[in-house]
């Protein structure tokens, strides 16, 4: 009979109610059925609210909860929505009780203790999977945006503090190449797989191995830098331990009151249910108005192809829609009428298609476009949908004003089941503009070139932008018919790749390309 592997998940514990509460019930969502579970909380809560969501989680949960109610004098630990302040003196009040924890995990002789942040909501598959991976130290990845309006980073790094970027010994990088390598290092994150990095936290698994060897969490106290886990990891390292990240299960990072409808749209999706906030006596905070949103869209015969189900998917979020038809000769326009029926719908037909010179079509849809006095402007082609759970989440999204520019993944679906991913069909490797924020006063400026012109203008990045975890599905590739016309349009109209690039051009026709299957 095969015993099963006996894990310790440990967390320090100085939350708010409405955020203990749903990492609490993130727990009772975790995959455990293989594994012997056993939970261990040091309380070093200021509020009594939390106390009790803690006692009521052990109430539950007979004969597996234990709770340690920190000796140490109350501290001030403010959280407000610019960042959280953590003073020295609390980074290593919260090392010693991380440390108690280790301590722990040792003398009851479990096989590994999965230490976590309190304000962590965790896929349920995140445990499993990080003992999967038969690594010593291992942590699931997140991404917060430290600031507000700030780029999502990732709590890992390569080296020192919290440097993102690849360097070599004496080597002098830019600013640019900083920035660009940090990016291509975010690129390889966003593809679910096992990394290997030179620092983690927050959310770690360690395995029994590394906590006999004498890892922890105490100052170095020849190393300046700042934060336990960079301690933690020095230690790890110089005892012979590779540190690891797992991205395949991403958790949600609740830093901030204003990421909780985010958060609440990523737990129904996730978990099919989330919990009841917490009632506080706090003053109750405005409710968040619901943004307008104005769909943009080119159409040029596309009743064959995937207009219909496109507005369908759109009409579930939007208030208005913008539709510039590029002289269809087939039933595009009834489509359009008949699917956005109830709809504000502003539709202007071109008698002769002007998609031969796309940077005039583009300024055309722009022009008619702003001319609505839109709020968001979600600017899609005829052939490319978000997936199923974005209606859901994208007013949370937009509601969260922490920037004018969202950016999303797109997927190159080769069939209804798959998408392409190779070295010439990778565009789900970077970030790309599908939504901006109209702002009149700026001074919009466009690409001026007849193809590849792009979808908005191309300063728009002068204005603050943001990451969305919600994806793009690219239907335009599904079927070998669509594949072949639109091989022979860009030979026709790009013959040199002038704007384009000739080799992905031609792997258009291959035969049996790479495909990976998409997952909702």
Known sequence: MTTKPRILIGSPVCQKPDVLRMFLFSLEKLSTSALAIQ????????????????RCFAEKHPGQVEIIRSQE????????????????????????????????????????????????????????????????????IFWTSWTPGSLPEPQVWLTDQYTQYELKPRETLTAKEQYLRTYAFYEK???????????????????????????????????????EDRHFCIRAVALGFSLFVDTHYPAFH???????????????????????????????????????????????????????????KHREYIDEAVI?????????????????????????????????????????????????????????????????????GVHALLSRKHGDVCCFRLYDMWS?????????????????????????????????QPLHCGRFPSNIFELPSFLSHYRVKHLGWSSEKIRMEKYARYKRLDPSALYGWKEQYESILDEKPNLVPWKE
């Open 73 to 140: 004098p109350p501290s001030t630990y403010t959280c407000n929505e610019s960042t959280h302040v953590w003073t020295d003196e609390l980074v290593w009040r919260v090392a010693g009780f991380k440390n108690q924890l280790i301590a722990r995990a040792k003398e009851g002789g479990y096989d590994g203790l999965f230490l976590l942040d309190s304000d962590l909501l965790l896929q349920p598959a995140t445990l499993e999977t990080l003992l999967a991976a038969d690594k010593d130290i291992v942590s699931e």
């Open 189 to 227: 994150l966003r593809v679910p797989g096992l990394y290997e990095v030179g620092g983690l936290g927050a959310c770690t698994l360690i395995r029994r191995k590394a906590l006999l060897a004498g890892v922890h969490y105490s100052r170095i106290h020849n190393v300046t830098f700042w934060g």
């Open 254 to 312: 609740l830093y901030r009151e204003s990421d909780f409808p985010e958060a609440m749209v990523w737990m129904k999706q996730i978990y099919g249910s989330a919990p009841v906030r917490v009632k506080t006596t706090h003053a109750i905070s405005a409710p968040i108005s619901r943004p307008k949103i104005t769909l943009s869209m080119v159409i040029h015969n596309e009743a064959d192809k995937h207009l219909a189900h496109v507005l369908k």
């Open 39 to 54: 939970y261990l909380f040091i309380d070093d809560n200021t509020d009594p609210a939390s106390s009790k969501l803690l």
């Open 324 to 392: 510039i038809d590029d002289g269809s000769t087939d039933d595009s326009v009834e489509i359009c009428h008949e699917l956005l029926k109830g709809i504000p719908l502003h539709l202007v037909s071109n008698p002769t298609p002007r998609f031969t010179n796309e940077v005039a079509l583009r300024k055309q849809q722009w022009m008619e476009t702003v001319s609505r006095n839109p709020e968001w402007i979600v600017n899609m082609d005829a052939d490319e949908v978000f997936e199923d759970r974005f209606a859901l």
């Open 416 to 448: 209804d089941s798959h998408y392409r991913e190779d070295p010439y069909w990778r565009a789900h490797h970077v970030y790309r503009p599908f939504i901006i924020r109209y702002r009149p006063n700026h001074r919009y400026q466009w690409k001026e």
